[in-house]
């Protein structure tokens, strides 16, 4: 196996090294992008514009400089992907990088000491200055020294379980000053615990990061360094710490990718008091929650989905919340830069169940189709000025602190399933409102709270990091904005030792401070408040009541549908649906459990992008619970003769001359590739790879419909009208 492996790079090596496909300039961000810890291999070639390489570790023979070179020669820009909470790293686990025995006792453990791991000998870590050391000297530094200038350290994650190892002792030590707490003595311990890991993987980021960009300088290379993380309300949910949105404003980090996909997304929630899986409403309010980190500072963000996910579902099951989180992701018209899967060989090449049956195969043809057209579509969407249909200028304001206070739970107080946002989310988004996410720690930039009309808030399951953040709420709402704030303050965390009663503060929870700043009583009852010229509205209601209890949130919209119309003159528009159009692409969503049972119905002349034949149809219908992505044919220039329009391959070196058009289409061995091609008339001749085929005619649209086997190394097609 190694030296078939062995033989197989070399050969790669020779026959592409002076491959026609130019390597994209290291300075130029990658549209497209997947991460794979596999050489090339034509079953993978997902021919997306660049390759994060996955992990420094040499295997089967392999080592990661040839890894490097085999998707190199292929024409993929090189970036870097690899774990910053756990990995691969057994020399340092095991004392052969440095020679210090003990290294696995800084992996994160449990209440009863169990190590929380990723896999055997690779533990979820405690990121001590010697970790921290290790990372940049062995994995940054050949990394840059291999020539890659795109750096993704994934995962920064640390259990909210954890916190009970003797290295997380040391490190509380030195930040608190005093010795370590156990955090589920009380809900002060659990508030300083989790608030420490948050520090922890913000500085080792910082640190490694810093590192990486003063080495690459030291080389002359522009060093580009991104977080590939889950979303803030993900790791709220699943009960992990991260740093999250607090990483933006660090000057060593150029971007996010945004780890939404169906595991993520599938996390079951509440609603009207019934707890459920709610895939796109879910994948919809993460990927906003990720758009919003970056928005006001102007860093690169990546939106992932995935066609499968870790835990073993069906293919069809794959299908469906794919597709969910797919068209959640494109709702977002200002964001147009992709990775368009992780882990290709266990997409291509894994086993997974046929639905309704016991059999295991690989992934059915059809379903592979259909796949690569939608990831292809990534490749040319582009970002649009036209915003998603609805009420726009609602938000809800979110925190790094609600990963503060979610396990364990304290004094009787639950939030099941992260209900309390979930409370102040989705009775908007279930009304076809679509809500705004809006993080405190960019509260200091102007442009967060741009085009914003009414902005609603608790205290209830998440806490303010700094004081200041109140003066930017409070001269909001004196400039003209609306604060609806819910929550009753009875939390277990109100009275944790922090800035609002410490240091001569005597606040009994942090929202007296905020109304104080607004010029109220510090405990308002429920009611309306003039503030300059804005309106605070004080609801003494815990939000995550809103969805525990069916029919309970309707109080909670009217407040602030009468909000909206009191500020602008105009109604809230309710519906079940999301419409947005991007260029050619219009994708859409119907909801279940909204203000209607009603489909949406499309009418225009579309390419329906989620079936793999790609019909031309005149007329959608999307029912509630599903979505649509279409090519609309009407948005098609004039100035276009004859062009791909969609399709399960990548196009390249295309030529159109009078009565002819050809190009080079390129995807994985084993993949079946259907695309519709617009000509001017009906062809008299189609050659792929020299042989004559019939293809399909479409008048109505003017389109070809073209079949052939994909091949990694590119089908030939030249069609004559």
């Not at 922890?200 to 590939?228: H, M, Q, R, W």
């Not at 790094?400 to 009787?412: A, E, I």
């Not at 930017?472 to 009275?495: I, S």
Request: charged share 25%; hydrophobic share 35%; glycine share 6%.
């Amino acid at each position: 196996m190694k030296n078939r492996q062995t033989v197989l790079i070399c050969s790669l090596l020779l026959a592409y090294g002076s491959s026609v496909y130019s390597q994209k300039s290291p300075s130029v961000e990658a549209k497209t992008t997947f991460q794979t810890a596999e050489p090339w291999k034509p079953e993978t070639d997902v021919r997306a514009d660049a390759t994060m390489v996955y992990g420094t570790l040499d295997k089967h023979g392999v080592s990661f400089e040839e890894r490097v070179r085999s998707w190199k020669a292929r024409g993929y820009q090189i970036q870097f992907m690899t774990g910053v909470a756990w990995g691969d790293y057994q020399d340092y686990f095991l004392g052969k990088w440095d020679g210090v025995d003990g290294h696995l006792k800084e992996g994160q453990r449990d209440r009863n000491g169990h190590e929380i791991a990723h896999g055997h000998l690779i533990p979820y870590i405690v990121p001590t200055e010697s970790f921290i050391r290790y990372m940049q000297e062995t994995q940054i530094k050949r990394v840059i020294d291999a020539g890659i200038t795109s750096i993704y350290l994934e995962e920064p994650e640390f259990w909210m379980r954890g916190g009970y190892s003797e290295a997380f002792k040391s490190e509380w030590q030195k930040y608190y000053n005093f010795p370590w707490k156990a955090q589920h003595e009380s809900p002060e311990n659990t508030y300083l615990s989790n608030k420490l890991k948050y520090y922890l993987y913000y500085n080792a980021l910082d640190k490694i990061f810093t590192y990486a960009k003063e080495y690459g300088k030291s080389k002359g290379l522009n060093i580009k360094c991104y977080v590939p993380t889950h979303s803030l309300i993900n790791y709220t949910s699943w009960q992990i710490v991260s740093p999250e949105a607090s990483l933006a404003s660090l000057d060593c980090i150029d971007g996010y990718i945004a780890q939404v996909w169906t595991g993520t997304a599938r996390e079951p929630n509440y609603y009207n008091g019934v707890r459920k899986e709610r895939v796109f409403e879910n994948a919809f309010l993460e990927y906003g929650c990720m758009k919003s980190m970056t928005a006001p500072l102007n860093r690169t963000m990546y939106f992932l989905t995935d066609p499968i996910e870790d835990r073993a579902k069906d293919w069809h099951d794959y299908k469906v919340n794919y597709q969910a989180t797919f068209a959640a992701q494109l709702m977002y018209p200002t964001i147009d830069t992709y990775e368009v899967m992780p882990w290709p060989d266990r997409i291509y090449q894994g086993l997974y169940q046929v639905a309704g049956t016991d059999r295991k195969e690989r992934i059915p043809r059809s379903y592979s189709t259909q796949m690569q057209v939608m990831i292809n579509t990534l490749n040319d969407i582009r970002t649009s000025q036209k915003q998603i249909t609805g009420t726009h200028g609602i938000g809800v304001l979110m925190a790094n602190s609600l990963m503060f206070q979610r396990f364990p739970n304290h004094n009787g107080y639950d939030d099941p399933q992260f209900s309390s946002f979930y409370g102040q989310t989705l009775p908007l988004l279930k009304r076809g409102v679509p809500v705004e996410l809006v993080h405190m720690e960019n509260t200091p930039f102007q442009q967060t709270f741009k085009g914003l009309q009414v902005l609603v808030m608790s205290y209830s399951n998440m806490k303010p990091m700094k004081p200041e953040y109140h003066n930017y709420l409070a001269a909001w709402v004196k400039q003209g904005g609306v604060l609806l704030y819910c929550g009753e303050d009875v939390d277990p965390y109100q009275t944790v030792l922090e800035w609002w009663n410490s240091d001569g503060n005597t606040y009994k929870a942090p929202s007296e401070h905020l109304f104080e700043k607004m010029g109220l009583a510090r405990v308002p009852t429920a009611g309306t408040y003039r503030f300059g010229k804005g309106k605070v509205i004080v609801m003494r209601e815990d939000p995550k009541q809103f969805v525990l209890q069916g029919g309970n949130d309707r109080t909670y919209f009217e407040t602030i549908a009468s909000a909206y119309r009191q500020k602008t003159g105009k109604e809230i528009e309710t519906k079940n649906s999301f419409v947005v159009e991007r260029g050619p692409y219009t994708i859409a969503a119907v909801m279940d459990e909204g203000v209607s049972q009603e489909s949406l119905s499309l009418s225009g002349l579309y390419i329906d992008l989620f079936d793999k034949d790609l019909p031309v149809l005149t007329v959608k219908q999307v029912n509630p619970g599903e979505q649509s992505y279409l090519y609309d044919l009407r948005k098609l220039s004039g100035n276009v003769k004859a062009k791909v329009l969609c399709g399960a391959s990548r196009i390249y070196e295309e030529k159109v001359s009078k009565r002819n058009y050809s190009f080079v289409a390129k995807s994985p061995l084993n993949t079946t590739n259907v695309s519709r091609v617009l000509l001017p008339r009906q062809p008299v001749k189609i050659l792929v790879n020299g042989q004559t085929e019939k293809g399909m005619w479409d008048e109505r649209s003017k389109t070809l419909l073209l079949s052939f086997e994909n091949q990694p190394d590119g089908v030939n097609v030249s069609i004559e009208w």
